[in-house]
């Protein structure tokens, strides 16, 4: 699987970026081009392609204005101990960042692998 970088462009809200680095782990990062920082929900699943659930996971972050942070990398033997022996062919990572406050529990970016 390849992913490529999406060049960064304007938002009404920050969002996640996924990179699947040369080992094999995967590297979430939160940009914001905002002149603001922000207080966020950053959540990750990992599903099956019929939609169960195989984990979950929360983290609420700050993010600074306009600024760009790595949020979490996965070793490729966490994701491997997630699938639970699923074949990776039939699995997706999901990253999504929530709001917080104003925009509590309203869906504002999403990010996937398959």
């Not at 070793?75 to 999901?94: H, N």
């Amino acid at each position: 699987m390849s992913l490529t970088s999406t060049p960064k462009t304007s938002s009404a809200y920050p969002r996640p970026r996924r990179r699947r680095e040369r080992d094999g782990s995967i590297s979430v990062w939160v940009i914001n081009d905002l002149l603001k920082g922000l207080g966020l929900r950053l959540g990750f699943r990992l599903v099956e392609f019929s939609g169960r659930v195989l984990w979950e996971d929360r983290v609420e972050i700050d993010v600074g204005a306009n600024s760009s942070t790595m949020v979490r990398r996965f070793s490729p033997g966490e994701v491997e101990r997630y699938r639970g022996g699923k074949s990776s062919d039939s699995v997706a990572f999901i990253a999504e960042l929530a709001g917080v406050g104003r925009d509590e529990g309203s869906t504002l970016s999403r990010s996937r692998i398959f």
